[in-house]
Structures are given as C-alpha cells and as structure tokens.
Nanobody, 124 residues
C-alpha cells in the first residue's frame, strides 16, 4: 500500500502563488507516475499535471500550461505543484495521485492511490 499526504493549500489572491506538496509513504518503490488533479463540488475530478518517475515525461492541462510546474524528488518520495499567476477559476480541492503500472496518463481512473486533498481558494 501507498499513502499520499498533500499540503500547501490555502487562500491566495488572484495573481498570487502557492506550492503544493505530496509526500508518499509505504511501498513507494511501486510508484511510477505521479499526478495532480482538482475537483469542484459536484463536478468530475479533472487532470492538472502528471510526471513520470524519471521526470522525463510531463504533461499539463491546457488551462494551467505556462502557470503551473510539476516536479518530483524521488529521494524524498515527494511531488510538487508550483502554481503561479493563480486565477479564481483555479479554486478547487487538489488531489495528488500515484500510479504503479508504468504508464503516464491524464486519466484519473488509471491511478491507484490518492491523497485526501487540499483546498486551494483564489479570491478575485
């Protein structure tokens, strides 16, 4: 089993920045891809960014390209999401996810483990 714990969410004004972290524990050697997703109440969970184990493959949702940066530190079993130029429409609960099948995917159903989520609120 793998446990994921997110941190770094909060309230920020539009144009501001936040850095989310997700620390993995347990059978971390099984983790290949790590990703970030976000969800508004009553809506589907949406892809934000994903990164392969080596960091050589990275994908972003069009809505965050140029503003968000995903990175990972395998020695610390941690993935990060640097969010700059935040907009009110970025407000959501952000979830970290881990995948163990050696694929890099934007599809949330392909991920095996999920964190509990961290709230990001961007005020206008």
């Amino acid at each position: 089993q793998v446990q994921l714990v997110e941190s770094g969410g909060g309230l920020v004004q539009a144009g501001g920045s936040l850095r989310l972290s997700c620390a993995a524990s347990g059978r971390t050697f099984n983790i290949y891809t790590m990703g970030w997703f976000r969800q508004d109440p009553g809506k589907e969970r949406k892809f934000v960014a994903t990164i392969s184990r080596s960091g050589g493959r990275i994908y972003y949702a069009d809505s965050v390209k140029g503003r968000f940066t995903i990175s990972r530190d395998n020695a610390k079993n941690t993935v990060y999401l640097q969010m700059n130029s935040l907009k009110p429409e970025d407000t959501a609960v952000y979830y970290c996810a881990a995948e163990t099948s050696a694929i890099v995917t934007t599809e949330p159903t392909k991920y095996d483990y999920w964190g509990q989520g961290t709230q990001v609120t961007v005020s206008s």
